[in-house]
């Protein structure tokens, strides 16, 4: 099997820097996740991998193998990268094996060998029991799996998915994120799964680069990417919550809304002008006259099923919305006091 490694990785079209000096190394085996808003550059990077794009610049190697370089590129079929995109764009005409197994009578592998590479890849993807169907007859999450099972049949060394859940409703996306899980548990592919989507990325990938304007801005595991946002922008485009102004006092304290309280930051942080991020769960609801209780008033309330997610504006600091999830309903108008447990500094 096959990491994947980009160094100062460039690819531009006309004015646009559609990646730009990208450096990004894939373990063997690992399934990445690439975050990041529409146009920062997500599909071309993937398709730089796969080889149906060239790059302007820098240098991709596939394990130990340099695929591509100034010196020259590898061609897309002897790169041993499967692809798999949004549209899964199967044969209509051909069964549902027919369509995992057409690429394998193409490269001219025969008949029975074939067979047993279509039925493990079907196997792998849980739909053993439908390779006589015709695609009109499977759900959407079922197509896609045959999609992915038309990838799995190559036997790649590296899979790429290029947001193959956007075409599915809410629910069948939720069923995928388990299908995909779970062929990567079985096949231990190196994995590189773009998206637009945060809740899906830190859903499947142990780790996440996000990218912004052809940039990978910040890679790390979920739970770090959401406790600990490298900048203001992937503070505010991961996870909900909010970013305010603040001072930096000292090591692990930080004044917000006139009121000092502790917060974490990184090591580098020094005393001066910040903000802080504030999730959710950071901030809870206490009686006005507790210490360090900020008076707000209820600008939205919006029910979320067992409990209210409510916008709160600080009193004198009209610009700022502050979210948090409380239990009990409030009326939007009404004043409240909230407190801040906790936060992570940001620069500037
Ligand atoms: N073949 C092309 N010719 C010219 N410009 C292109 C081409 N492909 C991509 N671009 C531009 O490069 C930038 C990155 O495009 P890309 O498709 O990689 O973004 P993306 O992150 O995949 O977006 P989305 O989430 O909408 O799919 C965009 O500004 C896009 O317009
Ligand atoms: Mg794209």
């Not at 990417?225 to 692990?252: K, M, Q, S, T």
Request: glycine residues 10%; contains cysteine; proline residues 7%.
């Amino acid at each position: 099997m096959t990491g994947v490694s980009l160094r100062g990785v460039v690819k531009r079209f006309g004015a646009t820097t559609a990646v730009d000096a990208v450096d990004l190394e894939v373990a063997q085996g690992e399934f990445l996740a690439v975050l990041g808003p529409s146009g920062c550059g997500k599909t071309t990077l993937l398709r730089l991998v796969a080889g149906f794009e060239s790059p302007d610049g820098g240098e991709i190697a596939l394990g130990a193998r340099v695929v591509a370089s100034r010196r020259g590129v590898v061609p897309p079929e002897e790169r041993r990268v499967g692809v798999v995109f949004q549209s899964y764009a199967l044969w209509p005409h051909m069964s549902v094996a027919r369509n995992v197994g057409y690429a394998l009578e193409i490269a001219g592998i025969a008949a029975a060998d074939r067979q047993s590479r279509v039925d493990t890849a079907l196997g792998l993807v849980g739909l053993a029991q439908h390779g006589a169907r015709q695609p009109n007859e499977l759900s959407g999450g079922q197509r896609q799996r045959v999609a992915l099972a038309r990838c799995l049949a190559m036997s790649p060394d590296v899979l790429l998915l290029d947001e193959p859940l956007a075409n599915l409703d809410a629910h069948l996306r939720a069923a995928m994120i388990e299908e995909f899980r779970s062929a990567h548990a079985r096949t231990g592919l190196t994995t590189i799964y773009i998206t637009h989507d945060q809740s899906e990325a830190m859903a499947l990938a142990t780790r996440v680069a996000v990218m912004f304007d052809g940039r990978i801005v910040q890679s790390a595991a979920p739970t770090e990417l959401y406790r600990e946002p490298c900048d203001a922008r992937v503070g505010g485009f991961i996870g909900r919550g909010a970013i305010v102004p603040a001072n930096i006092r000292g090591p692990g304290r930080v004044e917000v809304f006139g009121r000092e309280i502790a917060a974490r930051m990184p090591a580098a942080a020094r005393p001066g002008p910040a903000q802080l991020c504030l999730r959710p769960e950071d901030l809870a609801p206490v009686p006005g006259d507790s210490p360090a209780a900020i008076p707000v008033r209820v600008h939205r309330s919006l029910y979320r099923g067992g409990g209210y997610e409510i916008d709160v504006v600080p009193l004198g600091a009209d610009a700022v919305r502050l979210r948090l999830d409380i239990r009990t309903p409030v009326a939007e108008g009404t004043t409240m006091a909230v407190r801040i447990l906790d936060g992570w500094a940001l620069p500037a």
